[in-house]
């Protein structure tokens, strides 16, 4: 039941027990919700300090949440903390990087439309609120950031384009040959990157004729029967690796990195099948884990009711997890297990880069988008919410969970219930 101002309801839910509806508060253009003193605010499961700004758009609620550099930098999670410290340092000091190069290169379109400077997945860089410095060895990760403070990789008087990701099969890629169409850059080049101890240094699948012709179309890549799949695998600096697939439609030519992109989507049709797992009967990360992979076709023997005849298979084989431009990140733990310090990681991995003081490149506070597009939110809490709508502070009728949601392009505010459960007189031992 929605209130509107000025007005009260009460819902009834049921004979014998009673306690007053939920109450939603007048639609408004956004809200602020924030907790005092150590409280902490929680959204899906992750706890953050705050505050939050809740928006309505057509595409649903949106969340961001207003932090300062080093407490955004410590929310990062993407490395284990038990990682040698210098392994850490390097991640830091890419991470932060990568933020300053992001904000010198402009907000993006989802960024300018709903008001933040980065995302908190890993389109961007993984962002969990206080939980990583509340983890076990958090402490480690906090000391990191505190370690290199400020400092930045910077190229030609900018923050450097400081990419990084899980693991490679034993060399970076240049970025070129990742991404058709960016602009090279000569600390993403192809480097070594031995002794990484990840179950995703190397990986293979296979399907069968008819599950590969299903999947490709699915993907959106070939119609009819497929006649061939073939993989031209390039040097460093050659361009992407390119994958031509044959069918009755004709010829499709994609470079790895969209193939894999089309055929991750698509593997949604066959999740017994993908994503694959390992020898140890562990799933991979996704179907195609990174842009470096082959795949090939096997003719195998097949057997029905004594009849041998050839079977088609196609073999997939690849190794390593994310784009494999600039750092990787079980490449940097291989180098500080073998006595490598953060800035010697960071030199290997970033064409000889240093890093240097990011005066002029780092904010005081990060804008974070931790939701779009959602149906609706609940805002949890350790202690009391502050909420106010359009500027208005709202009254808090009891503790509890707030939920944000959108009717008519317009943000509706639904508050705890305001006390306890009621028991109607005259009704023993009612339960609450």
């Given at each position: 039941m929605i209130l509107r101002r000025g007005l009260l309801a009460l819902s009834v839910l049921s004979t014998l027990l009673a306690q007053p509806a939920s109450a939603a508060h007048p639609e408004g253009e956004s809200a602020q919700v924030s907790v005092a003193g150590d409280g902490y605010l929680k959204l899906n499961g992750r706890r953050y300090r705050g505050p939050f700004v809740i928006t309505a758009h057509d595409d649903g609620v949106a969340v961001v949440e207003r932090i300062g550099l080093d407490a955004y930098l410590e929310g990062i999670r993407e490395v284990p903390f038990s990682w040698d410290s210098d392994a850490l340092e390097a991640q830091v000091v890419a991470a932060r990087t990568y933020l300053a190069w992001t904000l010198s290169d402009g907000r993006t379109g989802a960024g300018r439309r709903i008001g933040y400077d980065i995302c908190a997945t890993a389109a961007c860089q993984v962002y969990a609120g206080v939980e990583p410095v509340l983890a076990e060895d958090g402490h480690r990760w906090k000391a990191a950031v505190e370690g290199t403070s400020g400092e930045i990789l910077v190229y030609d008087g900018a923050p450097a384009r400081a990419y990084y990701s899980s693991t490679t099969a034993g060399r970076t890629r240049n970025i070129e040959d990742v991404w058709p169409g960016s602009r090279p850059a000569p600390y993403l080049v192809g480097v070594p990157s031995p002794g990484e101890e990840s179950p995703w240094v190397e990986w293979?699948?296979?399907?069968?004729?008819?599950?590969?012709?299903?999947?490709?179309?699915?993907?959106?890549?070939?119609?009819?029967?497929?006649?061939?799949?073939?993989?031209r695998v390039t040097e460093d600096g050659g361009g992407p690796w390119m994958v031509d697939i044959v069918s009755e439609s004709g010829t499709v030519s994609l470079d790895t990195w969209s193939l894999r992109s089309k055929i991750n989507a698509a593997a949604a049709i066959m999740p017994d099948l993908l994503p694959a797992s390992n020898e140890e009967g562990r799933r991979y990360p996704t179907t195609l884990p990174s842009p470096e992979y082959t795949i090939r076709t096997e003719i195998r023997t097949g057997n029905f009711h004594g009849y041998l005849y050839p079977e088609p298979y196609y073999v997939v084989e690849g190794g390593g997890w994310g784009h494999l431009i600039g750092?990787?990140?079980?490449?940097?733990q291989a180098m500080a297990e073998d006595g490598a310090g953060y800035r010697e990681i960071l030199a290997h991995y970033y064409g000889g880069l240093s890093p240097a003081p990011g005066d002029g490149f780092l904010p005081d506070d990060v804008v974070v988008g931790l939701a779009v597009g959602e149906e609706s939110v609940t805002i949890g809490t350790n202690s009391v919410l502050h909420v106010e709508l359009d500027g208005e502070q709202l009254a808090v009728p009891y503790p509890g969970p707030w939920r944000f949601a959108v009717e008519d392009g317009r943000l509706i505010v639904i508050s705890p219930p305001s006390g306890p459960p009621r028991v109607p007189p005259g009704v023993p031992n009612a339960p609450f």
């Open positions: 293979s699948w296979q399907l069968s004729l008819w599950d590969m012709h299903a999947l490709l179309w699915e993907a959106g890549v070939a119609e009819g029967r497929i006649e061939s799949i073939t993989t750092m990787s990140q079980f490449g940097a």
